[in-house]
């Protein structure tokens, strides 16, 4: 096996994303680089709400929103928001 294949090789398929990713919501799908989830849950004590939603798939996400913001958007259980990163960094293993 030559240097090249293995290289290619030890390449992930796909991006890792280490760190904390921000993730925000809304009820458009205005930008790209998001996804569908359905909320399952809202944790409204304290100054940050957080929302746990569900995508198609079933995988859990957590989005903290700001208490504004939930007071402005007022997600209700079983709606369907539309989730995407805030800012994001991608680093690809070497």
């Known amino acids: ?13 796909r991006p890792v994303l280490r760190g904390r990713t921000r993730l925000e919501v809304g009820r ?12 399952r849950h809202v944790h409204s004590a304290g100054a940050v ?12 996400l957590q989005v903290d ?13 079983g709606e369907r928001l539309y989730v995407r990163p805030r800012t994001m960094r991608v680093f690809v293993q070497p």
């Open 1 to 13: 096996m030559d240097y090249q294949s293995t290289r290619a090789s030890s390449r992930c398929p």
């Open 28 to 39: 458009t799908a205005d930008v790209d680089g998001g996804l569908w989830a359905t909320v």
């Open 49 to 60: 709400v957080k929302l746990e939603l569900a995508d198609d798939e079933g995988h859990l």
């Open 65 to 77: 929103v700001t208490r504004q913001r939930h007071e402005e958007m007022q997600p209700q259980r």
